[in-house]
Antibody
Framework: EVQLLESGGGLVQPGGSLRLSCAASGFTFSSYAMSWVRQAPGKGLEWVSVISNSGGSTYYGDSVKGRFTISRDNSKNTLYLQMNSLRAEDTAVYYC????????????????WGQGTMVTVSS | QSALTQPASVSGSPGQSITISCTGTSSDVGGYNYVSWYQQHPGKAPKLMIYDVNNRPSGVSNRFSGSKSGNTASLTISGLQAEDEADYYCSSYTSSSAVVFGGGTKLTVL
């Protein structure tokens, strides 16, 4: 079964750091670009970042650029999101998502999603 | 990266057809055929329903279809069913090498 399982969420103070992980199973992880998407409580979806299958290309949303870093370890089938200088507005459920394989570009559709991990930034 | 514009809510009766619009600019929806649609039930992860304007992933009902005209994309659901009640989000590639989502539309099946 194709599955994505996020972990690492929790409560952190403003200005703090947190690293999220996403363990992939059931597919050839190294063949797929991967992304993070977040959803603040009661709000809509916001794209955060994407990384190519090799890790050689990365892109970020304006609201996290310079503070968040996406990375992956294909030997461990795991995607990461390092979040620094966290703000209250970063409070959200963070979803790990797989980029659909047949797309021409990696900034396109997300066909498999994890269940999400909650990040709360508060003092 | 301004969010794409979707109606806050739409509704329809079982068996009817409804259409949800998603309006952007020539820098996103109008400029590329990289528009996707997602369905999200309360407390659940989003599910991909349409990608690249009008392509359905395997397993998605053919009651769901997508289209685009100018800067506006649309999702049409025909033969509305109770289980279609959910939030729907569009997304698009943007010229600034990013992905932008719409604000979401709550579909109510009457």
């Amino acid at each position: 079964e194709v599955q994505l399982l996020e972990s690492g969420g929790g409560l952190v103070q403003p200005g703090g750091s947190l690293r999220l992980s996403c363990a992939a199973s059931g597919f050839t992880f190294s063949s797929y670009a991967m992304s993070w998407v977040r959803q603040a409580p009661g709000k809509g979806l916001e794209w955060v970042s994407v990384i190519s299958n090799s890790g050689g290309s990365t892109y970020y949303g304006d609201s996290v650029k310079g503070r968040f870093t996406i990375s992956r370890d294909n030997s461990k089938n795991t995607l990461y999101l390092q979040m620094n200088s966290l703000r209250a507005e970063d409070t959200a459920v963070y979803y790990c998502a797989r980029v659909e394989l047949t797309t021409v570009i990696i900034l396109d559709a997300f066909d498999i999603w994890g269940q999400g991990t909650m990040v709360t930034v508060s003092s | 990266q301004s969010a794409l514009t979707q109606p806050a809510s739409v509704s329809g009766s079982p068996g009817q057809s409804i259409t949800i619009s998603c309006t952007g600019t020539s820098s996103d929806v109008g400029g590329y055929n990289y528009v996707s649609w997602y369905q999200q039930h309360p407390g659940k992860a989003p599910k991909l329903m349409i990608y690249d304007v009008n392509n359905r992933p395997s397993g998605v009902s053919n009651r769901f279809s997508g289209s685009k005209s100018g800067n506006t994309a649309s999702l049409t659901i025909s033969g509305l069913q109770a289980e279609d009640e959910a939030d729907y989000y569009c997304s698009s590639y943007t010229s600034s090498s990013a992905v932008v989502f719409g604000g979401g539309t709550k579909l109510t099946v009457l």
